[in-house]
């Protein structure tokens, strides 16, 4: 089931997609199975019009069908999507061409043209301008870059204004051919552009066919001109009433807006640098041709011309020509009188020469601005759109040089595809069957041949003495050219076509078809005679611009400058110069029908269009074909990186380098050739996927150099960095090193003196041993001050000395005895417990100075602190028991809290000292009270009482103030208030408070103390 709707689901993708392909056709006539049929080709453009889509490739030929109504296919979008995609990728656009030519021209850095053809009003104008916008979106940008671009693109309507008419095919045909360069950087940039211009149809300036205009310049000033400009130039704001204007009757069109192409000029021509200056006198140049063409002659007795006052004479002198002598001028050439017509025709001559001459001044002023005075090397990109072929009623010298110059586009295009391409597969031994087509070489010779072709006549009759006219002219082309099968006039047709001829014509059968010439006009045209006086008085114009174009150093009229078709034939043969040194890209423009007609497509006339651009022929050559050729050295060269074998270097020859690199990639036999010097591809498709695959590879080797440097860099940096590691370590060690010596040397030298003094130790004092013995000495102290016997009296106990410290330590024991002594003398046989302390030796003190308190250490250190011990005091309120430090110094004994001082007994105030005559350790110190505020007697409680007593009497030697007392101490809790110590003997050691308010101290009786004692001893 399911693969049954799979399959289902196939079948209607493709009848999907075939519905489409039949509605939309095929992108590409290479693709078309019927190649050789022409309605098979007609079918498909048709299709494609009807669809809007209005490009269909050949190959990479482009062909462009004019819609006639905007189509939203040229927005910024549009050109995103088409830059830098493979041509074939997407549906074909001008886009996807432009977007080709730049990229081939940056990869291949050489010089490229498009070349875009078709009859008047296909579209030419539009695909140039398509093209240079696209341009100017997807190049590179900077504001220098920018600035160029701006002046590329507004040089435009500039040339248009100026170059650009309604005809009867075209609203907006250009009237003059123009082939334009566009120059870039190697990285893309447009850096610059030139223009050329190609024969100007002057005669539209004083000559209009009904239904045709002059060119835009004229009514854009007229009508879109600001006032006080036009009151300036005396101008007035209505088209009819200037001669010059109104000769087609048809001054105003409604696909022009003239308005508004007015101001779009104005905005140009400041962008494109033209100065107040230039622009003035550009208008006054306009104004002034105007105001000519209305100039009229009246006519003298004698028939001569003369100028009335004529008011536009009035005007002429204002722009700045002076206005008698012009008046002169026109009336007369050195001293011969006009007739009226002769005058007209004078008058005629010098408002073509005017125009013809400042158009030439614009086309090099913008090229002044477009100039890239850079001198490094660039590519160009030429852009040639000029008028198409077209066919009037009445075709005259215009139409002849215009049609001439598409039979040379056409002949190149030959020569270029048609039949280079066939001659080059000759050469390079491809086998090839010849496409036939037609070549209008034929009618290029019976043109431009020298001595026998139509030009050549034309300036032969034109230069030859007696009298020459037009109808000559037909008679001697007759001569030379009858039975030529492109030629015919009345006299030479036969029966039939003579119908369709007039005497005065000729018909040329042109490879885009037959075209009808009248000769009336030729002959003049050709010479495009200017009167001496005439050019005489332009050279003396206070104009700017008219003097430029006027210069004085102009060839007099004696030698005879070239003929007009001359010189078109020979800047003709310079512009083939140019292509032929680039490579070309075409565009084929199709005009649908007559109309102007959006969505209309005449068969007839497109066939006609389709056969005599060769697109045929093309599509068959195409077809037969390959799309791609290469030098073996140009394609190896880029290619190479693709096949391991040819990377980087191939050592034979470039053909088996190609060869096994196209074996590599795995190229089918059908789809490529193998020339004497180049590789033929058939199709595009080929070389695209070679090319993506290059793409791809370039990346990778970008990515492998990239890697490669990028290891460089960090293996130099690490390289760097272990050295300077290795340079800190080295001092670092250096220093350790140089230390631990200075620390050897230096226990050496401990060691060494050690030694030394332990030799000498028992010599008299001297350097050696000084410091052993200090040594000594100390440690001597230090271990006697951990080890001291637990009796002073047991003398065995007493640490050995060294033999320097036997004295001293003598003396130590006997200090300490005689301490000892004092203590006996202070209480033997009046105080119970004296008995028990006589064994404990005393020490230098009982709280180390680490704790005291450091705020309290501050204070009283100055007075040198010589005993601490800790106590119990009692309150003399209540007598509550705290504990306090007590240290003696020098000067005071004093009571201490944490880091306060609660009391400063200096000894001086130092009354006495009671202790009773029982076994209690309480003291109370009497002091000197005068102050009632002063704090008064101190109650204390201290386990070291005989040390503390013996101590403070040593301090404070005051050994009788110290008393033993019975029974009861009275004391002055503050002066005047007076308290009471009750010491008595008990069962056990007790202090209170009794009912009296004494405070009682119940030490324990004597026998049971004594039993006590020897117990913890
Ligand atoms: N791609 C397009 N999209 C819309 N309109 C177009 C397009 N191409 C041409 N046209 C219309 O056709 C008119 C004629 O085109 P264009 O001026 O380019 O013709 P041309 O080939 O330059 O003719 P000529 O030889 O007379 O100068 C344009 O003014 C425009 O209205
Ligand atoms: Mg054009």
Redesign the pocket.
């Known amino acids: 089931q399911d693969t049954k709707e799979r399959c289902n689901q196939i079948l209607r993708n493709m009848e999907a997609s075939l519905t489409a392909r039949d509605r939309v056709g095929i992108q590409d006539f290479v693709l078309l199975d019927a190649y050789t049929s022409e309605s098979a080709f007609l079918d498909n453009l048709r299709k494609r019009f009807h669809e809007n889509l ?1 490009y269909t490739y050949i190959g990479t030929l482009l062909v462009s069908v ?6 939203d296919i040229y927005s910024k979008k549009q050109m995103d999507t088409y830059m830098g995609v493979n041509f074939f990728e997407l549906p074909p656009h001008i886009y996807a061409l432009a977007d080709n030519v730049f990229r081939t021209m940056l990869t291949e850095f050489n010089n490229h043209f498009i070349l875009i053809s ?1 009859e ?8 140039s301008k398509k093209i240079l916008q696209f341009y100017a979106v997807s190049c590179p940008s900077t504001k220098l870059l920018n600035n160029v671009r701006d002046r590329l693109l507004l040089s435009n309507p500039v040339l248009e204004a100026f170059g650009n008419a309604k ?1 009867l ?6 009237r003059f051919g123009k082939y334009m360069d566009i120059q870039f950087d190697h990285q893309g940039g447009a850096v610059g552009g030139h223009i050329l211009s190609y024969l100007l149809e002057k005669s539209r300036v004083v000559h209009q066919n009904h239904g045709e205009r002059n060119f835009h310049i004229f009514y854009q000033l007229v009508e879109g001109g600001e006032d006080e400009l036009l009151r300036w130039l005396g101008l007035q704001r209505n088209c009819q009433l200037y001669s010059y204007l109104v000769q087609g009757d048809c001054a105003k069109v409604s ?1 022009v807006n003239d308005k508004s192409d007015w101001r779009t000029v104005q905005k140009a021509l400041s962008v494109v640098d033209f100065s107040e200056n230039d622009i003035e006198h550009l208008f006054g140049i306009i104004a002034s041709v105007l105001h000519l063409g209305n100039v009229k002659f009246g006519a003298d007795p004698r028939g001569y011309a003369i100028l009335n006052n004529n008011p536009e004479m009035h005007w002429l002198s204002k722009v700045r020509h002076r206005k008698y002598k012009l008046r002169s001028a026109l009336e007369s050439d050195l001293f011969t009188p006009f007739t009226v017509d002769h005058a007209v025709y004078a008058r005629d001559a010098l408002a073509k020469a005017i125009y013809g001459r400042t158009f030439n001044w614009l086309v090099n002023k913008i090229n002044e601005s477009l100039a890239n005075k850079d001198s490094s090397r660039k590519t160009v990109i030429g852009l040639l ?1 000029i ?2 072929f077209e066919v009037f009623h009445v075709n005259s010298f215009e139409q002849f040089c215009i049609n001439y110059c598409n039979e040379k586009l056409q002949q190149l295009f030959i020569q270029l595809t048609l039949k280079s391409e066939q001659e080059e597969y000759e050469m390079e031994g491809i086998e090839w069957e010849p496409v036939p087509y037609f070549n209008n070489k034929i009618i290029c010779d019976l043109v431009e041949e020298k001595h026998r072709g139509i030009i050549s006549v034309l300036d032969e009759e034109c230069l030859r003495p007696g009298e020459a006219t037009d109808l000559t002219f037909l008679e001697k082309m007759e001569e030379k050219m009858g039975g030529h099968p492109h030629f015919v006039t009345h006299k030479l047709a036969d029966q039939k076509t003579r119908k369709t001829l007039e005497r005065g014509d000729f018909r040329l059968l042109h490879y885009a078809g037959e075209v009808t010439y009248c000769v009336v006009g030729f002959l003049d045209k050709n010479n495009d005679l200017l009167y001496r006086n005439v050019k005489e008085v332009m050279r003396q114009s206070k104009n700017s611009i008219i003097k430029h174009c006027f210069p004085s150093t102009e060839p007099d009229s004696k030698k005879r400058p070239e003929t007009v078709v001359t010189q078109f034939k020979s800047s003709l043969v310079g512009l083939t110069e140019i292509l032929m040194s680039k490579e070309p890209w075409y565009v084929r ?1 199709i005009k649908p029908n007559e109309g102007k007609q959006p969505g209309r497509f005449d068969d007839v006339l497109v066939r006609h269009q389709v056969k005599y651009l060769g697109l045929m022929e093309h599509l068959r050559v195409r077809r037969a074909g390959f799309a791609y050729r290469r030098r073996y050295e140009i394609f190896l060269q880029r290619y190479k990186p693709l096949c391991p074998d040819t990377w980087p270097n191939w050592k034979g020859t470039a053909a088996e380098g190609v060869q096994r690199l196209i074996k590599h990639l795995g190229y089918k036999p059908n789809e490529y050739k193998m020339g004497r010097t180049k590789i033929f591809i058939r199709h595009p498709r080929t070389l695209f996927a070679t090319e993506d695959a290059f793409e791809v590879c370039k990346h990778e080797l970008a990515t492998r150099i990239q890697a490669k440097y990028k290891g460089y860099r960090v293996k130099g940096e690490f390289l760097k960095q272990r050295e300077a590691a290795t340079k800190i370590e080295t001092c670092w060690r250096g220093l350790m090193a140089r230390k631990e010596r200075e620390r050897r040397a230096w226990a050496v030298k401990v060691i060494k003196k050690f030694i030394k003094g332990f030799m000498t130790r028992n010599q008299p004092a001297c350097v050696d041993n000084s410091e052993y013995l200090a040594f000594v000495r100390q440690n001597y102290l230090s271990r006697l001050k951990d080890n001291l016997p637990k009796t002073l009296l047991d003398k065995n106990n007493w640490l050995t000395p060294p033999p320097i410290m036997q004295e001293k330590s003598k003396l130590i024991y006997l200090y300490n005895l005689q301490l000892k002594l004092l203590t006996s003398s202070m209480f033997k046989g009046k105080k119970e417990n004296y008995p028990f302390s006589v064994c404990r030796p005393f020490l230098d003190t009982r709280i180390s100075e680490d704790d005291i308190n450091v705020k309290v250490l501050q204070m009283i250190q100055h007075e040198r602190i010589k005993y601490s011990v800790p106590v119990v005091k009692y309150d003399r309120n209540g007598f509550r028991p705290r504990l306090r430090q007590l240290i003696f110094t020098q000067a005071a004994a004093y009571l201490v809290e944490e880091a306060k001082i609660k009391q400063r007994i200096d000894y001086s105030s130092l009354k006495g000292v009671s202790v009773s005559n029982l076994s209690d350790n309480f003291l109370i110190l009497h002091v000197t009270c005068d102050d009632i505020k002063q704090k008064g007697d101190l109650v204390l409680q201290c386990d070291y009482l005989f040390e503390a007593l013996t101590k403070l009497s040593l301090v404070t030697s005051k050994q009788s103030c110290i008393k033993v007392v019975q029974g009861s101490v009275r004391f002055d809790i503050q002066p005047g208030r007076e308290g009471f110590v009750d010491f008595k003997s008990g069962q056990e050691s007790m202090v209170y408070r009794a009912k009296n308010g004494h405070l009682m101290v119940v030490s324990m009786e004597f026998k049971k103390y004594v039993h006590f004692s020897w117990q913890f001893q």
């Not at 004019?66 to 189509?71: G, M, V």
């Not at 095919?169 to 250009?174: A, G, M, V």
Request: glycine share 14%; charged share 25%; proline share 4%.
């Open positions: 209005i004019n819609p006639y109504k905007e189509l078709g008047s009003g296909a579209g030419k104008t539009e695909a005809t095919k075209n609203d907006n045909s250009s696909s759109d008028y198409g423009c």
